[in-house]
Structure formats: structure tokens, C-alpha cells
């Protein structure tokens, strides 16, 4: 299904006086309002592949329905987000969910929805049908050298069907750990991991990165060979220049300081790739933004003023995407309320006085550093964010123009009630 261009410029006709109120209401104070706005119109996030279905818990899956059956529907799924929001405009692959069969048509496809290929993804927490050796005990990190060897293979295969597509990066996210004390040498696993990363990146094409995921439990519980940014960034550190960390909200211990994770990783220069959900008690992949909003603000906030010192381009220089799955929602709806939850942090974060804060930084103004942040997390951008989206062409309320156009309903009668994506 997609969203015919006049039923977006009607939806939008329909909600201009009151909008127009709301923006100007809301831009009084907002100084250079017109690069705020540009920086808002210019910044895409990337889709996953597989989170455009229900996603399962380890009790059971309820699909919603209309699930996309295969890779050109999940592309359709999220050209219809694009259209509505204009800020999801690039899709990340899992390989094998996502093998491109038809690469030309695949790629057509994309420039008719206006997707990028984004980071692909390898996968080596399952085994598949017919692969030879298991992965049950680790991939990369392996005692056996031949399961390393064949998670080496795969991960050089994700990287060519990326230069098929056009990606320019290789996202690795290893589940290799240990479930209990003993299991492993730690420093053997470590070793052999840094091993299989070196082959892959010498597999990588010149203008390709390759993005370390750390994670610090879930499947293994003691132990994780990437579990902390440490230990991702002594990866990166380790296999050059094309290697970065990547930061997923949702892969830390309870309660730590993400927001000071991002910035001493962009001052090494080193953060790479961005995934984006949110969380209660662990890697729980919830609605970006859903639980702590004032922490996504925070991480915004160093992001941007990290990004700035070191004189980075905010939508190109790092790979952003959101990593969650849903079990209850439709996810349709729930990437569109990500999605403008990653807008409204962000406009915030593109709203704080950094001079002011700078000055109170320098004088101990500790009260005062709090107003000024505070001050832009409490400001009412939502009207900003749709402006923005007005001026790309999007809907002024993608959820509400979703809901109207009964696209749901819609995706049913076109795929079937009991359709299962590939994925979670
Ligand atoms: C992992 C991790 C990876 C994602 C998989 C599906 O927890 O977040 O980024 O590829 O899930
Ligand atoms: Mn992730
Ligand atoms: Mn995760």
C-alpha cells in the first residue's frame, strides 16, 4: 500500500489554521529558528527490517496481522513511514532474514520510496537451516577455530550483499558470552573475537565502517565478550580507523550514564552507529521514548554538542536507527511514535543555550546549568517537529493520518490476517 500525496496535502489543509496557532505560539523564543528547522527537515532514521512485524517475547508472538511477507513489503512498509514522517528515509538489513533476491528490483524499489540502505546486519546468534556448525557456545569467540571461521564467511557475505545495495557499513552484534562462571577464558575469547573482527575488516570495501555492538547480557547472563563500551571501543581501537562503537539504549546495566558514554566516545572519535528504543529493567525494546524521555534529551543533548566540536555533519557522520520490537502495538504506529519522540528530543537538544550553559559550566553555576537544560526539555517542540515534517511534505500527524486511512486494515486485506515477518 501507499499513501497518495493528496490525501497527505488534504490531511494537512484540514489541520493548517490550528497548526499555523500552535507554531507560532510555540517559535517565540526559539533563536535561530531556521537552522533549527533545517536540521530537523535533513535528519533521517534508519528502519530495521525487522521491526515492521509483532515482535515475540519468549512465551509467544501475536501478530497483528498484514505483517510484510518479504523483503519488497517490508521496504513498502517503510516507504509508507517515510511518506508520512520524511524523517525515516533508510532501511537496515539482518542477513539471512533479509537476503536481497533480486538486487536490481530491490534497488528500484528503494528509489521509488526514497530509502537508503543503512548499516547491514550479520547474524550469528541462531543457526540456520543447513549451516554446518552451531553456534551454541559463541561465534567469533568459539574454542572451535572451524565455527569461527564459518561466522567469519557469513559476516564477508553480509558485506557484499551491502555493496550490492549500496550500504556503506557493517553493524556486528555477537551474542558470544558466557551463562555461567568458568565457561570461558575470558582473554581467550576476547582474542579470538578481535581475530574474527580483524578478517572481516580487511574484507571491508575503503569508504565502509564497521560498527562493534557491545550488549552487557541477554542470551548469556554472566558473561559478554562485547558487553560495555570498553570493551567495544579496545575493539575499535584495535582494528583501525573504520571501526566505531555502537551505542543501543537498551544494551547497558540499569541505571548507567549513557549520556556520558556518547560523549567521551565522539571526543575519541569513535562512535559510529546509534540504535535508538527504551527500556524499563533491561534490553525490554520499547517505544523510543516511551519511559525516560528527559534521558533520550540528555544523550540528544551531549550528542549534539559532541557532534558540533568535533564539526560533524548530525544526519550523515553517525549511522541512527531505531532497534525495537513490539509486541503489543501495531508496529507501524509504534516506529512513527519512535520516530517522533528521536524529532522532539532532538529539537530540544538543538534549542539549549549552549553559551549560557558554557558560562554556567565555568562558573560552577550548578542551579543554573540545570535551569538552562531544563528550560529546553520543557519547551513544547511538537509543533516544531511538524512543522518541519510540513515542509518536507510529510503529515502534520502521520499517527492520526495512519489511523484514518485505516492503512492496517488495509495491509490485511492485501497480505492476509496471519502473516509473519521475518525477525524477533
Ligand atoms: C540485538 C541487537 C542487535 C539486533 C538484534 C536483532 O539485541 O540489539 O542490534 O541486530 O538484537
Ligand atoms: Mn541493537
Ligand atoms: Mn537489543
Known amino acids: 500500500m501507499q499513501i497518495e500525496k493528496h490525501k497527505i496535502e488534504a490531511h494537512n489543509e484540514s489541520l493548517l489554521t490550528a497548526h499555523k496557532r500552535r507554531f507560532e505560539n510555540s517559535t517565540a523564543d526559539i533563536k535561530e529558528l531556521n537552522n533549527v528547522m533545517r536540521q530537523l527537515i535533513d535528519f533521517q532514521v534508519a528502519i530495521p527490517s525487522w521491526a515492521l512485524g509483532t515482535g515475540g517475547t519468549r512465551f509467544g508472538r501475536f501478530s497483528g496481522g498484514g505483517e510484510p511477507r518479504n523483503l519488497e513489503e517490508k521496504?513498502?512498509?517503510?516507504?509508507?513511514?517515510?511518506?508520512?514522517?520524511?524523517?525515516?528515509?533508510?532501511?537496515?538489513?539482518?542477513?539471512?532474514?533479509?537476503?536481497?533476491?533480486?538486487?536490481?528490483?530491490?534497488?528500484?524499489?528503494?528509489?521509488?520510496?526514497?530509502?537508503?540502505?543503512?548499516?547491514?546486519?550479520?547474524?550469528?546468534?541462531?543457526?540456520?537451516?543447513?549451516?554446518q556448525h552451531s553456534y551454541k557456545f559463541g561465534s567469533l569467540q568459539h574454542v572451535n577455530k572451524a565455527v569461527r571461521q564459518q561466522a567469519v564467511k557469513h559476516n564477508i557475505e553480509v558485506i557484499k550483499h551491502g555493496v550490492d545495495l549500496g550500504s556503506e557499513s557493517l553493524t556486528v552484534w555477537l551474542a558470544d558470552g558466557s551463562c555461567f562462571p568458568g565457561q570461558l577464558n575470558f582473554r581467550k575469547a576476547f582474542q579470538n573475537t578481535l581475530e574474527g573482527l580483524q578478517e572481516i575488516y580487511a574484507a571491508l570495501p575503503g569508504d565502509w565502517k564497521i560498527f562493534v555492538e557491545y550488549k552487557a547480557?541477554?542470551?548469556?547472563?554472566?558473561?559478554?565478550?562485547?558487553?560495555?563500551?570498553?570493551?567495544?571501543?579496545?575493539?575499535?581501537?584495535?582494528?583501525?580507523?573504520?571501526?566505531?562503537?555502537?551505542?543501543?539504549?537498551?544494551?547497558?546495566l540499569p541505571n548507567a550514564n549513557i549520556e556520558q558514554i556518547v560523549s567521551l566516545l565522539l571526543m575519541e572519535k569513535k562512535l559510529g552507529g546509534f540504535h535508538f528504543n527504551d527500556s524499563k529493567y533491561g534490553d525490554d525494546d520499547l517505544t523510543v521514548g516511551s519511559i525516560k524521555p528527559y534521558q533520550l534529551f540528555l544523550i540528544f543533548n551531549e550528542l549534539v554538542e559532541g557532534m558540533d566540536a568535533a564539526r560533524m555533519n548530525h544526519n550523515t557522520d553517525l549511522g541512527w536507527m531505531i532497534d525495537a520490537s513490539?509486541?503489543?502495538?501495531?508496529?507501524?504506529?509504534?516506529?512513527?511514535?519512535?520516530?517522533?519522540?528521536?524529532?522532539?528530543?532532538?529539537?530540544?537538544?538543538?534549542?539549549?543555550?549552549?553559551?549560557?550553559?558554557?558560562?554556567a559550566q565555568e562558573n560552577n553555576d550548578v542551579a543554573g546549568a540545570q535551569e538552562i537544560l531544563q528550560d529546553a526539555f520543557r519547551t513544547d517542540v511538537r509543533a516544531v517537529v511538524a512543522?518541519?515534517?510540513?515542509?518536507?511534505?510529510?503529515?502534520?500527524?502521520?499517527?492520526?493520518?495512519?489511523?484514518?486511512?485505516?492503512?492496517?486494515?488495509?495491509?490485511?486485506?492485501?497480505?492476509?490476517?496471519k502473516t509473519i515477518a521475518t525477525g524477533l
Open 326 to 359: 513490539h509486541n503489543v502495538k501495531d508496529p507501524l504506529e509504534d516506529l512513527l511514535q519512535s520516530i517522533e519522540a528521536i524529532m522532539i528530543s532532538y529539537a530540544q537538544a538543538l534549542i539549549v543555550d549552549r553559551k549560557a550553559l558554557v558560562a
Open 75 to 131: 521496504m513498502e512498509d517503510i516507504g509508507l513511514l517515510h511518506s508520512l514522517n520524511q524523517s525515516s528515509g533508510a532501511i537496515s538489513l539482518h542477513i539471512p532474514w533479509d537476503v536481497p533476491r533480486n538486487v536490481a528490483s530491490i534497488k528500484a524499489l528503494a528509489a521509488q520510496f526514497g530509502l537508503r540502505f543503512d548499516a547491514m546486519n550479520s547474524n550469528t546468534f541462531q543457526d540456520q537451516p543447513g549451516q
Open 387 to 417: 512543522e518541519a515534517r510540513l515542509r518536507s511534505s510529510g503529515a502534520l500527524q502521520p499517527l492520526a493520518l495512519f489511523r484514518e486511512l485505516k492503512v492496517r486494515e488495509n495491509l490485511i486485506k492485501e497480505r492476509g490476517l
Open 217 to 252: 547480557f541477554e542470551p548469556n547472563f554472566y558473561s559478554t565478550t562485547v558487553g560495555d563500551w570498553g570493551q567495544s571501543l579496545l575493539y575499535a581501537n584495535k582494528l583501525g580507523p573504520k571501526a566505531y562503537t555502537l551505542v543501543d539504549l537498551g544494551h547497558h
